[in-house]
């Protein structure tokens, strides 16, 4: 254990520093018979290839890199890049990685770009405009993903959420058969050396959604962040989900239209039989047992809620940036949920840290 700016984190063999909750997902993904493969379509950017070789070395997860093969080639054998002096080429050997270079793979781009003209020229797209979008390094590897060649995508650490989410809806689309919209989540990872004496903090990690994606939602719409979320939790984190509903109001305890849509997306949600959902609750009588027994006594949620979806966006990204600052933890996100394919957009601002944490989760919500 090695104590770094009052965080704990673990530093496996290798010496690499790892985050409990990543170590978790590893373990996990090591079940799998067969590997999941993520596209990272920023090659050019030398923490997408640090965090890269960082997976590689890991053995667990293949990855694909999008664009220039010579380029991206020299750059992974980069001393400054590639401090550990990995062998690159046994890894393209042994398939654990490929390197797709868009100038020079013309049958698949071909393919793509005229599967795209066909997905999108019912809403006015060129045949002339789907090649130029081909040719784009993010369209390109989301049309990879959309045709099975991966399991999940990231990007976002040199593009705009924008320049990642607009070909993925367009392309990837949201689960019909789970969720109506897409809508953005945290994975808040608490600190290990959190003073926990008053037991306020139960859980190693929490769900906060939507802080990232949905401004406004309608009360359906809370319903549909609501399952994606408690979906998320049990996927990724893999423990039992106690989702609450929060707002500034405790069962009742005040009442205004705010607090109606609250409350009646978490009677719907009750109407279809979601288990361990509840609300609406303020934000200490879902998470402290004792202020759950005097302000919601009886709920199944009450003071052990570990997924927490917010009335809008200012909640939710006020809410996280304050648990990340005030409490030191550690927030990986937003990532996106409700898609038929997992594809997670990065901070332009991310670490590698950020990055190879961030391909992992997106390997797990392929399960």
């Known amino acids: 254990i090695y104590k770094d700016y009052n965080k704990y984190i673990i530093i496996n063999f290798k010496g690499v520093i790892m985050s409990k909750l990543i170590t978790k997902i590893q373990n996990r993904l090591k079940e799998n018979k067969i590997k999941k493969t993520i596209?990272?379509?920023?090659?050019?950017?030398?923490?997408?290839?640090?965090?890269a070789l960082r997976v590689l070395e890991d053995n667990i997860i293949n990855v694909i890199l999008v664009g220039d093969n010579e380029?991206?080639?020299?750059?992974?054998?980069?001393?400054n890049i590639n401090e550990k002096d990995l062998d690159i080429q046994k890894y393209i050997e042994d398939g654990n990685l490929k390197i797709y270079d868009v100038e020079k793979e013309e049958t698949l781009y071909n393919k793509l770009s005229t599967y795209l003209y066909d997905l999108r020229k019912h809403k006015g797209l060129t045949l002339g405009e789907a090649e130029k979008l081909a040719k784009d390094e993010v369209y390109f590897g989301i049309l990879m993903l959309k045709k099975g060649l991966a399991d999940g995508l990231v990007s976002g650490a040199i593009h705009s959420t924008k320049d990642t989410l607009k070909p993925t809806l367009q392309i990837i689309g949201v689960d019909k058969n789970k969720n109506n919209i897409v809508s953005s989540f945290f994975i808040m990872e608490m600190p290990e050396d959190r003073d926990n004496t008053k037991n306020i903090l139960k859980y190693d990690e929490y769900i906060f959604s939507?802080?990232?994606?949905?401004?406004?939602?309608?009360?359906?719409?809370l319903v549909d962040i609501a399952k994606a979320s408690r979906n998320s939790?049990?996927?990724?984190?893999g423990e039992t989900s106690?989702?609450?509903?929060?707002?500034?109001?405790?069962m009742g305890s005040a009442s205004s239209a705010l607090v109606e849509k609250v409350q009646?997306?978490?009677r719907k949600l009750k109407e279809e039989n979601i288990?361990?959902?509840?609300?609406e609750l303020q934000l200490d009588a879902a998470i402290i047992e004792d202020i759950a027994k005097s302000k919601a006594n009886g709920s199944?949620?009450?003071?052990?809620?570990?997924?927490?979806?917010?009335?809008?966006?200012?909640?939710?990204?006020?809410?996280?940036?304050?648990?990340?600052?005030?409490?030191?933890?550690?927030?990986?996100?937003?990532?996106c949920q409700g898609l038929n394919i997992p594809v997670n957009d990065l901070s332009r601002g991310s670490t590698v840290d950020d990055i190879y944490g961030v391909i992992y989760i997106t390997a797990v919500q392929s399960n």
């Open 300 to 335: 199944t949620v009450a003071g052990k809620a570990n997924t927490l979806i917010f009335p809008d966006l200012n909640a939710g990204n006020i809410g996280y940036k304050l648990v990340q600052r005030f409490a030191n933890a550690n927030a990986y996100g937003p990532l």
């Open 264 to 266: 009646n997306a978490t």
């Open 39 to 51: 596209i990272l379509p920023e090659a050019e950017d030398e923490r997408v290839l640090k965090a």
């Open 275 to 279: 288990p361990n959902v509840d609300g």
């Open 210 to 221: 939507d802080g990232g994606l949905v401004e406004n939602p309608t009360e359906d719409q």
């Open 242 to 250: 106690y989702t609450a509903m929060l707002s500034y109001s405790t």
């Open 233 to 237: 939790y049990e996927n990724i984190i």
């Open 71 to 79: 380029k991206i080639l020299e750059d992974l054998n980069n001393k």
